[in-house]
């Protein structure tokens, strides 16, 4: 947070400021009040991240150079192809509820922000992260009722510090189906490929219509055979464990195939459901991988907006009343005390653990509600306080990405390379030792333990564009690679970083535009 300094400490508060000095003053001290950033260049960045986590056969316009092919036969001792898709973090396991929300989320900032991010020219990039996971989905959705959840496992892989291209550890593979139901990765993995065949749907027609029928079938998979995917597939309970249930996923993808196809069916597994599934019901104020209810809430808020839908006004308002609580929890405008925490620095605090990803997706949907509001020309009321505007919101939602950039205590930038000071020691196996491309000599499960993990020195490669954990309550920061509390990045972290970069970069775009030259006044 930003702070105007005082500087009677130079002058003395009744000395008189010669004129030179004071028009000296207003133009150093103005940086210091609101301070610039470079938001096409973070979004430039935070597509590359993607290229780093890459499983499978990397193409030729490979950017990432340091990564090389990994993980080439997946699936094969199961006789099925699962070669592809992402590895979540600074681990070579792919796990399907993370990895589905991720592409989710990328979707989703491309339908909001697709000129923006065109206009920054990184629209491409963005196509091509996201078609990168849903390339994997297509393979992992072997059948109708058969959904591949998991390649690799937690626990041998972390007995292990090996780059991607070494890997020595258990490729396991494991599925869910009519027999281990498993309707929260399901319901995540088609609401994955209905946002994404929303933003295929002109440029790639056919590929979005093969996204939608696969999305299709999932959500009668997941709605058929109900029960938590971590009950199915026990090995992700220490990693990725369904805490939320999966309710939650099954009125997230029934949302986004409504979204998708605008089909009636699918609005009315929203409307009707809306109570029993706690759609209506849940207040809460953080949006993950894990509790989609926030999102839900505010795209059910963006339905009301449209007078085909008025027959259901009286379920929607109810969706939009709490989605106005997670809004106003973000804001601190809750008069009831239950606001998101806040470091001394301004920064949301949710939990100890990988901060940062409750920052970029409260960021995204802070976003999205402004543009309701400006768009409806409505504004918020917390409680029947003083209404909001939506410039408010916006402006929140600009204050937690530039402390994320490098507005913060630490003047550091919690994005992997941007800006002139960042983690160099991020909790990552591929980042952390020196690139096949460069030392071609295998490098064993230990031997990275012995040699690579325990360097005080920074990590020979840059995982540029990674959203690292982040500081803890207090804004402070241990650039340690033991520390991964604070120091490993997760895809889920950046995806929503991508569509409000875009929406940042227009706005002061469009600022600069308008500004007239700096004229000081005495």
């Not at 990328?106 to 390339?135: N, Y």
């Not at 189906?177 to 065949?197: F, I, K």
């Not at 227009?506 to 000081?520: S, T």
Request: negative net charge.
């Amino acid at each position: 947070m930003e702070v105007q300094k005082n500087h009677n400490h130079i002058f003395g508060p009744k000395q008189h400021i010669p004129r030179f000095l004071l028009l000296l003053l207003c133009i150093f001290t103005i940086p210091n009040i609101t301070r610039a950033f470079d938001y096409s260049d973070a979004l430039t960045k935070s597509l590359l991240y993607f290229e780093s986590q890459r499983s499978g056969r990397l193409p030729y316009n490979q950017r990432v150079t340091w990564r090389d092919h990994s993980g080439l036969t997946d699936g094969l001792e199961q006789g099925v192809d699962l070669v592809g898709g992402y590895y979540d973090a600074g681990d070579h396991v792919k796990f399907g509820l993370p990895m589905a929300f991720t592409v989710t989320m990328l979707s989703w900032g491309v339908i909001e922000f697709r000129d923006q991010i065109a206009e920054a020219g990184q629209l491409d990039h963005a196509l091509e992260a996201i078609k990168w996971g849903t390339d994997y989905f297509i393979k992992a959705h072997t059948s109708p009722n058969v959904l591949w959840a998991e390649v690799g496992d937690g626990d041998t892989d972390h007995y292990c510090w090996q780059r991607p291209e070494d890997m020595t550890t258990s490729r396991q593979a494991y599925k869910i189906d009519e027999n281990n139901p498993g309707s929260d990765l399901a319901g995540e993995t088609a609401a994955a490929m209905a946002a994404a065949s929303i933003v295929f749907k002109k440029t790639n027609p056919h590929y979005s219509h093969l996204l939608l029928h696969h999305a299709q079938q999932l959500f009668e998979f997941g709605d058929k055979y109900r029960g938590k995917y971590d009950a199915s597939v026990g090995v992700v309970k220490t990693y990725y464990a369904s805490v939320s249930g999966y309710m939650d996923e099954l009125l997230w993808a029934a949302m986004w195939l409504h979204k998708a196809t605008d089909r009636e069916e699918y609005l009315n597994h929203l409307i009707n459901r809306a109570n029993s599934f706690g759609g209506t019901g849940w207040a809460i104020s953080e949006f993950s991988w894990d509790v989609k209810y926030a999102g839900i809430q505010i795209m059910a808020s963006q339905l009301l907006m449209e007078e085909k839908h008025k027959e259901h006004t009286y379920i929607l308002e109810q969706y939009r009343s709490k989605a106005e609580y997670y809004v106003c929890s973000c804001i601190n405008r809750n008069i009831n005390g239950s606001n998101v925490d806040r470091t001394p620095g301004g920064l949301l605090y949710v939990r100890q653990w990988n901060n940062m990803q409750y920052v970029s997706t409260a960021a995204f949907l802070l976003t999205i509600y402004s543009d309701i509001l400006r768009t409806s020309n409505q504004k918020l009321n917390c409680h029947g306080e003083i209404a909001v505007d939506h410039e408010e919101i916006l402006n929140f939602a600009k204050s937690q990405v530039d402390y994320i950039l490098g507005s913060n205590p630490m003047n550091m930038s919690y994005l992997v390379g941007y800006g002139p000071k960042y983690p160099t020691r991020v909790h990552h196996r591929g980042a952390s030792i020196v690139s096949y491309r460069e030392e071609k000599g295998f490098i064993g499960c230990t031997q990275g333990y012995d040699i690579w993990y325990g360097r005080e020195e920074p990590n020979p490669n840059d995982l540029v564009g990674a959203l690292v954990g982040g500081p803890d309550f207090e804004d402070k920061f241990m650039d340690q690679r033991d520390n991964y509390m604070q120091t490993e990045a997760c895809t889920y972290n950046t995806a929503p970083l991508v569509g409000i970069f875009a929406k940042f970069f227009q706005l002061e775009k469009e600022k600069a535009g308008q500004n007239l030259p700096l004229v000081a006044s005495y």
